[in-house]
């Protein structure tokens, strides 16, 4: 055993921690002003702008997700992470000197583009940093490098606009991932080598079933994700303030450490073995969840959802990125970050659709039952 431990790989490297560097900008400069933006856009007196902006943001978002492979094609990686990080973060200034309802919507859509390009071609790269017999590990890490200053970020936004006023949430938001594009020139310069296996556009990987599968099963519990952020504080108004807050820190918490778990386990016993415990534990909590009117039930179900949903995070992509040859890591990005925005999209607006008719209670048992399917597709996974 101890001659196997040393022969393992290292786990981090040089260009492994400098890639951190860009994936905490990103991760600060895509989640520190998202809920301030709504905010800036309503007290502009436009409420129909508060939401404008942030269907415009996820809109582009995901239309970028599905086109950035072919970018890193084009110009490598550490000119399409640069160009995805200046997108992200410079237009923000523009809100320090113009709240028009156009200006806000339009910085949305530039910034969506931005974040797309970042995280799918950054998730290419650091999928060719880590050892392949360790990468499940090594994905869980990156999640942890990026889980924890989103998590942050995203009430410190909402506490710097109320402390300092909107613009120092904006201008920190410029800074903050500007500055990550020191860290580039450090990072591979271009993709590796890409053989005829390996070569494929996101089109082809869509028509490719061993990756849709994965993200499908992902994309079902992101779409419960999508229903408990959005309507979680508003079914628990009755709760004091602190269930809702205790509930939406317990599900991020409890994803970051299980993607570790998962990761280590992945690495060891399969990621595929996974898939069945996080889709149940996923459904199990949004059931728990039900019972709004028990904030004990509330607060644990999160947590369970919550570790659910970080096993499935790992053990998918994990799954994914196996399956291809060197060369496909971008479509495998831009797949699994679509079918993360899509499913937690699509959860929030199928459940705004229900939830006057079934109440809250029944709209998170709903998104409990949703979920079960994808043990189906487990199954067919698992055929040779």
């Not at 410029?174 to 594009?181: E, G, I, P, R, S």
């Not at 890409?194 to 994309?219: C, D, K, M, W, Y």
């Not at 108004?237 to 299980?258: E, G, H, I, K, N």
């Not at 096993?311 to 994990?318: E, G």
Request: overall charge positive; glycine content about 12%; some cysteine.
């Amino acid at each position: 055993m101890t001659t196997d431990l040393r022969l393992r790989p290292s786990l981090v490297s040089r260009a492994l921690l400098l890639r951190f560097v860009s994936i905490v900008g990103s991760s600060i400069g895509f989640y520190l002003p998202l809920s301030v933006v709504p905010l800036y856009a309503k007290q502009a007196g436009s409420d129909g702008g508060a939401g404008l902006a942030t269907v415009a943001l996820l809109l582009a978002t995901v239309a970028c997700e599905l086109v950035t492979p072919r970018l890193v094609q084009l110009v490598g990686y550490r000119w399409a992470l640069a160009l995805g990080l200046t997108l992200l973060g410079a237009p923000t200034l523009l809100l320090t000197v113009s709240d028009r309802t156009w200006v806000i919507v339009a910085v949305s859509v530039v910034r969506g583009a931005g974040f797309a390009i970042a995280v799918v071609a950054g998730g290419a790269i650091t999928a060719t940093l880590i050892p392949t017999e360790r990468r499940g590990e090594g994905l869980a890490l990156v999640g942890i490098v990026g889980g924890i200053p989103g998590t942050l970020a995203l009430p410190a936004g909402v506490w710097a606009a109320a402390q300092w006023g909107y613009e120092s949430v904006f201008v920190t938001t410029a800074v903050v991932t500007l500055l990550a594009l020191l860290s580039l020139p450090g990072l591979p310069r271009t993709a590796p080598a890409i053989t005829g296996e390996g070569h494929q556009s996101v089109l082809a990987g869509l028509r490719n079933a061993v990756l849709v599968r994965p993200a499908t099963i992902f994309a079902a519990s992101a779409g419960a994700a999508g229903v408990l952020v959005t309507f979680l504080p508003l079914a628990t108004t009755d709760r004091p303030a602190w269930v809702a807050a205790a509930a939406l820190l317990a599900q991020p918490a409890a994803s970051t450490v299980a993607r570790w778990a998962a990761g280590r386990l992945g690495d060891r016993y399969g990621s595929g073995r996974l898939l069945v415990p996080g889709l149940v534990l996923a459904a199990a909590g949004m059931a728990a969840i039900a019972f709004t009117g028990t904030p004990s039930l509330v607060i644990g179900g999160a947590l369970v959802f919550g570790a659910g949903f970080g096993v499935l995070q790992n053990a998918t992509l994990a799954l994914m990125y196996a399956r291809v040859p060197a060369g496909g890591e971008g479509p495998v990005s831009a797949i699994w970050n679509a079918a993360y925005d899509l499913g937690m999209a699509a959860g929030a607006l199928c459940a705004g659709l229900v939830v006057t008719s079934i109440g809250y209670p029944g709209t998170f048992l709903l998104a409990a039952v949703v979920i079960l399917p994808a043990l189906a597709l487990v199954r067919r996974d698992r055929r040779p």
